[in-house]
């Protein structure tokens, strides 16, 4: 087999353990005689058509280890669609270079993309073997269970959630938080984890899979209140009106990145509406809103273990899948049915992740439209791991 | 000597390491054969008026444990200058449930509501020995070297914009953080200990204690990016126009508690007020702004070692001093000078913690007034303790 160079990359928004899929595929690269070069492209599909690599061969075993345990996209990240002269640029970049194996780490778009260069590839009869890598936060990619990224993001929203319901307690009144999530609600969902005891919040759970009403959610926070003499609210940021428009829409700056999403992190506008609209429509005093923003993808030393270690397997799983001769696709994760946790990494088409992505499960949707079911805590607790203990007086 | 009963509340905003400080106090107490009954009273003062107490002695040394070790005020607190009537309520409560000592947690506000009832106490002629628990993340008490909070708060801070610079160097633009403070920058400033390499964030760094220009601050973004090709940003809650207007002023919903400070914290308006103010003053595209809120005085898991050690001696130190029969006060922190670290509990009179905070001194601001030095750095380290390893490719 001849030797052929390797390039990879990262793309979309960063993640706790983006860097443990980079690791795992250096590592399991280094080890193949199939592979020469390993270049990571800094800045995903910027980094190939600007020429800008990091030699990934080069790097020491504890220096990569030290790389995977680091939040954040260490070689760059970039949200830019490939259009057919990047495509173009692209192939003449990996000819010059001799690139027979491409990995590119991301989401649902960064399987897209993936996807474009492979079809332009084989599409010029250019010999190219290329990966997509799971990542996401939002844990929207239909081609896995759960997607790396999701658990550690997670556990930082479920933390969170236990700190500010300790919080609430102390000072009574409302409290919102807006959590990330674009389309999917997993992520808020994850608050859910919080809860210790019985009267414990999140009392209110806003998810985009459900349309959101003002007049509602209003008369939700008022019962809570009365039941509880406070209210703790998780509330994406992807909530959306019964007709589809993101409630932010009208409050963010209207930005769209190349892939047409709308910018919705990044600013405090959500929630203060949300403050505004229950201090108006219920006379309640104290009312306070925090968007946690993106601490939730990058806080240092909150990781799951378990979300860590699938990162590293993912990545390990795709240069696998290509050194076997597998056509290219993207790695799937499933979960075995039974008690006991356990995944299996399997090989995908593109198809499987691009593009579209996954909302929430109605089995992971209480009736009343405002929390998670017993199900859905089922699902996401053995991807956060154990939380810190707390106790209350 | 005979046994009097003892109460003691959390008052102010809670800290992650204030339950430390109760159970340090309630630990020492429960010692003594001078001290009878020991009621928690919850929500500060408004449980002694409202007879709402937690029997501090029935419960076991374990549960105390996890109680200190769990962020907010497990009390509840309070946000209440005590009027005229309330302290003539109070005696009346005291009288009868013969409390003789009485300790109160929190930050100046609460050493001075501390003060207040010794004070009246003193002129009713009842034996009433009041201590106030030092306890802020602001690090604004005058009568600490560092207040127990801080350390905690200002390793989330650290924590945070680590996380945070990583994050700004994947995908570029300006990042501006908004950080707890009303009046002191203390908090604001230890976003520097986030920095690990040459071109770390913050970049830039805004404190109470120098005024802010919207035009210069513009212009420092613009500096920084052209030198980075990217910025973060620390900004304080608190920073003020030069004509000593807070900024957020303008913004917030202009609420105000009983002790006339207004509302900073629970909105994310400050934030994106700045992030506006550098696009159209720049043209940069891409400028995100989150607001930390109340995650840096309530995250799980992120309490500073020192800190909750110092928060812990701080309630011992009262009771003792108590106990020792010194007149009534607040318990200073002070460092000894030399290398190694150390630390010192005095007993002060009220008068050095009450009302008046202090600002971050000046020896600590960088003459340019967008950052700090390298003496606030060597000051704040040893408080806020190792912090987690990242690695740059």
Known sequence: MKKRNMVIAQSGGPSMVINQSLAGAVAEARKSDAIGKILGARHGIAGILGNDYADMRRISARK????????????????RKPSAEDCKAIFEE?????VGWFFYIGGNDSADAARIVAEAAQAEGYPLCAYHIPKTID???????????????????????????????????VKIDVVMGRDAGFLTAASALARTAPD???????????????????????????????C??????????????????????????????MQLSGTGALGDMLAKTVKEKTGIARVRADTFGYLQRSFPGVASETDSAEARAAGEAAVRFALAGLPGGTVGIERAKGKKYKVEFVRKDFSAAAKTARSMPAAFIAKN?????????????????????????
């Open 64 to 79: 990569l280890e030290a790389i995977a345990a680091t939040p954040s996209s260490a070689l760059g990240s970039v949200r």
């Open 94 to 98: 990996f000819r010059r270079l001799d």
């Open 139 to 173: 844990n929207d990619l239909r081609s896995c269970d759960h997607t790396p990224g999701y658990g550690s993001a997670a556990r930082f929203v479920a933390m969170a959630f236990m700190g500010d319901d300790l919080d609430n307690r102390a000072l009574g009144g």
């Open 200 to 230: 414990s919040g999140p009392h209110l759970i806003y998810l985009p899979e459900r349309p959101f009403s003002a007049e509602r959610f209003a008369k939700d926070v008022e019962s809570a209140v009365a039941k509880h003499g406070r």
């Open 232 to 261: 703790v609210v998780a509330v994406s940021e992807g909530i959306r009106c019964a007709d589809g428009t993101p409630v932010a829409a009208r409050f963010a700056g209207g930005e769209k990145d190349s892939h047409g999403n």
């Open 369 to 393: 439209g405002h929390d998670v079911t017993p199900a859905f805590v089922e699902y996401a607790k053995p991807l956060v791991g154990a939380l810190p203990q707390v106790e209350l007086l």
